[in-house]
């Protein structure tokens, strides 16, 4: 069977629905981050991703990559804590990976998104099993290979498999053995990406 091939209206398409997906679980987000974290998960990334939608639907950006870049790009100057720099990196450094092509694969777009991945892991330090983002990342990018279904399943998979580990990275590290027990809300945010990427594909 053929690739699937995705242009920059399917990109617009991604980021507009996870503004939508982060708004119906703000909630779900702040009371997780209220656990182990500031508080402030689901309001920094509300706040960031409907200043995304905003903007992609004034710009229009042409092609998948310069989406993410874009995207990446506002995230950084519109979400405070470390959300908007954690994210805005990862969408960044995908959307460079992914060039000035007018479309890409779902293969592509896996290269991309493992380089966004990488950089975000070298930037922080942090590994997969470290109660972070990467949790839902690693696995989520790795299932693409496979198909988009396949993705936001081991997305969500990954962010559920935090509960029982010990935070080693990030604010949550603070509290040590209290960390257990509770759901990352980063790996939860990223749980989200992945969910609304297969919803558009669909």
Do not use: C
């Not at 905003?54 to 993410?68: I, N, Q």
């Not at 870049?69 to 969408?91: E, F, K």
């Not at 935070?167 to 027990?181: D, F, N, T």
């Amino acid at each position: 069977m053929s690739d699937t091939v995705l242009d920059a209206a399917f990109f617009i398409r991604w980021m507009t629905e996870m503004a939508a997906a982060v708004d119906r679980e703000v909630d779900r987000l702040t009371e997780l981050d209220s656990a182990i974290g500031d508080a402030d998960h689901g309001a920094n990334m509300q706040r960031g991703f409907v200043a995304v939608a905003k903007m992609l639907e004034a710009e229009g950006p042409s092609t998948p990559g310069a989406v993410l870049v874009a995207a990446g790009r506002q995230l950084i100057s519109s979400v405070g804590g470390a959300s908007g720099p954690l994210y805005g990196t990862l969408l960044r450094r995908s959307g460079k990976a992914l060039g000035e092509a007018p479309q890409v694969t779902r293969r592509e777009l896996r290269a991309g998104l493992q380089a966004g991945v990488d950089m975000l892991a070298q930037l922080g330090g942090a590994a997969p099993g470290d109660k972070t983002m990467l949790d839902a990342l690693v696995p989520a990018v790795a299932a693409l290979g496979t198909s988009f279904e396949a993705a936001a399943a081991a997305a969500e998979q990954g962010a559920l498999a935090t509960v029982p580990l010990l935070a080693k990275k990030g604010r949550a590290s603070y509290l040590r053995e209290r960390s257990i027990g509770h759901q990352d809300p980063g790996a939860t945010s990223s749980a989200l990406l992945f969910g609304a990427l297969a919803e558009v594909a669909k």
